[in-house]
């Protein structure tokens, strides 16, 4: 968890709510809904810790397995021994899990029966169980159903103490938590991890800074806030880059320091994000974020199936919403973060092939890159193996904050052999 968790009070005591209220609180049914990078993960660790600290029982898993239904056997198995209760709940029996290798089969009744015995010896104790699910929107339909059963029986229908707490993307607005055949997702308050406001993210700048012992120039902190538009994980990114960047951070992160933390992060997002992304997907879904970056980002879905067809539009808006990269307001579509619309803007000729091909990176982007993945090699390394200009690389280091410990140069340089 980072140092400070900033901004999510609200969501914080919703969690609290669904442990210390009773059993008829709509808390106990809760699925957190924030794009990439807002805290979801986070905020289930939060939870985790919440419910240790009341002697509660963990469960938590990750809907991106590709076998839930075993994990979450498997997890509850666990829970009694680990949280010190007496005996083997009722219905443990009959959940074994069959098909190693394979996702688990395992008849939903079954699954049933060990969550209402797991809640059951819970409640006999004076406790509950968490359980924690994240990365719904990789949820297998099936795997879902079952669990749905499973905890809608004990939670809504036995008023047994279970905390169910999901977490995915907004998209799951169209998806699991609007599929009539599984309503129990549906019917879970939704909790949205929005952007935090200006305040806390200049809190939260100020707090990590001190904690690691140093201090920011208030306009530092100005400037940083404003690049990370209430993202934590770019707060994170951003506040992280400039320390580096900085000379001295103890004596205060001054401006331009700020901006090349502000440069650095951006290519980070590029390099971890952007780039990966684009990698996997076909040329439909480029065309389609090349269109809308030539029109600065957001466009009327309307255009995009005019220019691309309906069903090939539609398709492609779903797998890129999917993937985290679009996200659709009313009627509009736009690019969740700039840094991947300025990126592609940047691309030579948009209705070339540079845009459906995979572009070759830019000389930054690769210089980055290589810094990034050696912290001992020399400039004159990076050089040799990236065929960069050995200047550029020491320049683009100092920027971005990669030029710390790094050896002078070496008096015997290896030669390496290039890929
Ligand atoms: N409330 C918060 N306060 C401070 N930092 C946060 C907060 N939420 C997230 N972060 C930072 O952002 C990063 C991404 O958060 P994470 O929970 O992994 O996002 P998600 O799961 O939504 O993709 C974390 O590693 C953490 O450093
Ligand atoms: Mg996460």
């Given at each position: 968890m980072p140092p400070v968790v900033s901004g999510r009070a609200d969501a914080l005591g919703r969690i609290a709510a669904a442990y210390?209220?009773?059993?008829?609180?709509?808390?106990?049914t809760m699925i957190l809904l924030g794009p990439r990078g807002s805290g979801k993960t986070v905020m289930l660790n939060a939870a985790r810790s919440q419910a240790a600290t009341r002697g509660w029982g963990v469960v938590a898993l990750s809907a991106?397995?590709?076998?839930i239904v075993g994990e979450l056997v498997a997890a509850a198995r666990d829970v009694p021994s680990e949280a010190g209760w007496g005996r083997r709940p009722a219905g443990?029996?009959?959940?074994?899990?069959?098909g190693a290798g394979t996702a688990s089969v395992l008849h939903a009744a079954s699954l049933t029966r060990m969550l209402v015995g797991l809640a059951t010896a819970a409640s006999e104790e004076g406790r509950g169980v968490l359980v924690a699910v994240d990365e719904l929107q990789s949820m297998d339909p099936a795997a879902g159903r079952d669990i749905a059963v499973a905890v809608q029986e004990v939670v809504r229908n036995r008023q047994l103490p279970m905390v169910f707490l999901g977490a995915g993307l907004p998209e799951l607005e169209d998806t699991l938590l609007d599929d009539d055949a599984i309503t129990f997702f549906g019917r879970c308050l939704r909790v949205r991890l929005d952007a935090i406001n200006s305040d806390e993210a200049a809190h939260l700048l100020t707090e990590t800074a001190a904690t690691a012992g140093g201090a920011l120039r208030s306009e530092s902190v100005a400037a940083l806030v404003v690049a990370a538009r209430g993202s934590p994980y770019l707060l994170q990114s951003v506040g992280f880059h400039s320390w580096e960047a900085a000379a001295d951070p103890a004596s205060g992160i001054v401006e331009h320091e700020a901006a090349a933390g502000v440069a650095a992060a951006r290519d980070d997002m590029i390099a971890h994000i952007v780039l990966p992304v684009w990698r996997r997907l076909g040329t439909s879904d480029r065309e389609l974020l090349a269109l809308l970056a030539e029109r600065g980002g957001a466009a009327a879905a309307g255009l995009l199936h005019q220019h691309l067809g309906r069903w090939r539009a539609a398709a492609s808006l779903d797998r890129l919403a999917r993937a985290g990269v679009l996200e659709r307001h009313g009627r509009e579509v736009r690019f969740i973060h700039d840094v991947f619309c300025d990126w592609l803007q940047q691309q030579?000729?948009?209705?070339?092939?540079?845009i459906s091909g995979v572009r070759a990176l830019s000389q930054k982007e690769v210089a980055v890159i290589a810094l990034r993945a050696d912290d001992r090699a020399s400039y004159g390394e990076i050089s040799r193996r990236t065929g960069i200009d050995r200047a550029y690389v020491g320049r683009i280091a100092r920027e971005t904050g990669f030029?710390?410990?790094?050896?002078?140069?070496?008096?015997h340089p290896v030669v390496q052999a290039d890929p």
């Open positions: 210390d209220d009773g059993p008829r609180t709509p808390y106990r991106s397995s590709s076998d443990f029996g009959s959940a074994e899990p069959r030579p000729g948009s209705d070339g092939e540079a030029s710390q410990d790094r050896p002078r140069s070496h008096p």
